[in-house]
T-cell receptor
Framework: AQSVTQLGSHVSVSEGALVLLRCNYS??????LFWYVQYPNQGLQLLLK??????LVKGINGFEAEFKKSETSFHLTKPSAHMSDAAEYFC?????????FGAGTILRVKS | DAGVIQSPRHEVTEMGQEVTLRCKPI?????LFWYRQTMMRGLELLIY????????DSGMPEDRFSAKMPNASFSTLKIQPSEPRDSAVYFC??????????????FGDGTRLSIL
């Protein structure tokens, strides 16, 4: 069964600094991969997804993620953090008709 | 276009009462998912439907939980009787996926359930 690991339950960065949120999946066959963001008192919103093709995927709000098969990773990055990026971020992998979610990483942005 | 609509947004009730959560998926989506989110357990998939048929209910915690999807535009999650440990945020999500997991799921804003 697929599992998704997000390293670091909390990440803190300064405004303007690089954001790096880590995600690794377990399956030997590369799955479809997603990043979602959750703001307080809201549902999850899709940031970006990787299905096939280009391994560098661009999403909304300036985020991007790179699929690396050799490392079974799909890390999320943003060159310059904004205060509005403070939220919880979830990595997910497709398994059959379901998504397997990681435990989430709370991003704090310091002014 | 309207997203996934859940009602109520908040529900506070006493232990032992029946609770019904409602979900309207995005029109045209043929898969619907119910999740529960808590601090302790994170995001858990409870059950999902394809074309109104329950496919996998292995995440439903107990027989007190039941879910139905009588038509393509409506689903309910019922807890009877409710217990304090059922307190959580319950999310509904829908997608175009049918036998393939390359389609994203679209989430509602959730129902925050508190059982006293």
């Amino acid at each position: 069964a697929q599992s998704v690991t997000q390293l670091g339950s909390h990440v803190s960065v300064s405004e303007g600094a690089l954001v790096l949120l880590r995600c690794n999946y377990s399956s030997s066959v590369p799955p479809y991969l997603f990043w979602y963001v959750q703001y307080p008192n809201q549902g999850l919103q899709l940031l970006l997804k990787y299905t096939t093709g280009a391994t560098l995927v661009k999403g909304i709000n300036g985020f991007e993620a790179e699929f690396k098969k050799s490392e079974t990773s799909f890390h999320l990055t943003k060159p310059s953090a904004h205060m509005s990026d403070a939220a919880e971020y979830f990595c997910a992998a497709g398994e059959g008709n379901k998504l397997v979610f990681g435990a989430g990483t709370i991003l704090r942005v310091k002014s | 276009d309207a997203g996934v609509i859940q009602s109520p947004r908040h529900e506070v009730t006493e232990m032992g009462q029946e609770v019904t959560l409602r979900c309207k998926p995005i029109s045209g989506h043929n898969s619907l998912f119910w999740y529960r989110q808590t601090m302790m357990r994170g995001l858990e998939l409870l059950i999902y439907f394809n074309n109104n048929v329950p496919i996998d209910d292995s995440g439903m915690p107990e027989d007190r939980f039941s879910a139905k999807m009588p038509n393509a535009s409506f689903s309910t999650l019922k807890i009877q009787p409710s217990e304090p440990r059922d307190s959580a945020v319950y999310f509904c999500a829908s997608s175009l996926a049918q036998g393939a997991s390359n389609q994203p799921q679209h989430f509602g804003d959730g129902t925050r359930l508190s059982i006293l």
